[in-house]
């Protein structure tokens, strides 16, 4: 089966800039999660999604970064405007069960 | 809050011998238990997980992670390196107390050298 799709691979911005990224899920799963991956730490959750509702985005920071799965399949997150500290991988996840199973993320640097 | 430590920052083991990898976690309630794995420039891969059952959990690439209670520990381990297994592995326990989120530990790498 095809595994969680994101795009795009690399994005080199400016500060004060947006971007936005693109997950596609493994089809069928329902849960799809954005996690952010600092240089040396392990990833944190900023938002997860059950179908199109909002179950926890309680690490998100509300006031630069948006996220919608709209018709509860592909999702985008977005920031407006990014900051120095935005600089990380991004990645999406999808599970159907227990178990999680990553894309292989976007590389984000902010100058 | 649930919680998971991975005290070495590096392991460093000689390819055919045997690895060992450790986490420790912190939870309330039953521990859901998972190992990741993760290449240069790639996405997390899912190596093993415990919810219930046998202590020792068998998983991909030849790998397994013998879940302890009483220590609560959860360490990966691999009778044989390759040097194809040097990569970034992190554990992670599944929070049971909201959204099931993972919290992740701050990863090992793992160095096999020939």
């Known amino acids: 089966e095809a595994g969680v799709a994101q795009s795009p691979r690399y994005k080199i911005i400016e500060k004060r800039q947006s971007v936005a990224f693109w997950c596609n899920p493994i089809?069928?799963?329902?849960?799809l999660y954005w996690y952010q991956q600092i240089l040396g730490q392990g990833p944190k959750l900023l938002i997860q999604?059950?179908?199109?509702?909002?179950?926890?985005d309680s690490q998100l920071p509300k006031d630069r970064f948006s996220a919608e799965r709209l018709k509860g399949v592909d999702s985008t997150l977005k920031i407006q405007p990014a900051k120095l500290e935005d600089s990380a991988v991004y990645l999406c996840?999808?599970?159907?069960?227990?178990?999680?199973?990553f894309g292989a993320g976007t590389r984000l640097s902010v100058l | 809050a649930q919680s998971v430590a991975q005290p070495e920052d590096q392991v460093n083991v000689a390819e055919g011998n045997p690895l060992t990898v450790k986490c420790t976690y912190s939870?309330?309630?039953?521990?859901?238990l998972f190992w990741y794995v993760q290449y240069p420039n790639r996405g997390l891969q899912f190596l093993l997980k415990y919810i219930t059952g046998d202590n020792l959990v068998k998983g991909s690439y030849g790998f397994e992670a013998e879940f302890n209670k009483s220590q609560t520990s959860f360490h990966l381990k691999k009778p044989s390196a390759l040097v194809s297994d040097s990569a970034l592995y992190f554990c992670a326990v599944r929070d049971a107390d909201s959204s099931y989120k993972l919290i992740f530990g701050s990863g090992t790498r793992l160095l096999v050298r020939p």
């Open positions: 939870v309330s309630g039953n521990p859901y």
């Open positions: 089809s069928g799963h329902a849960t």
């Open positions: 999604f059950q179908n199109n509702g909002v179950v926890d």
């Open positions: 996840a999808s599970s159907s069960a227990v178990s999680q199973y």
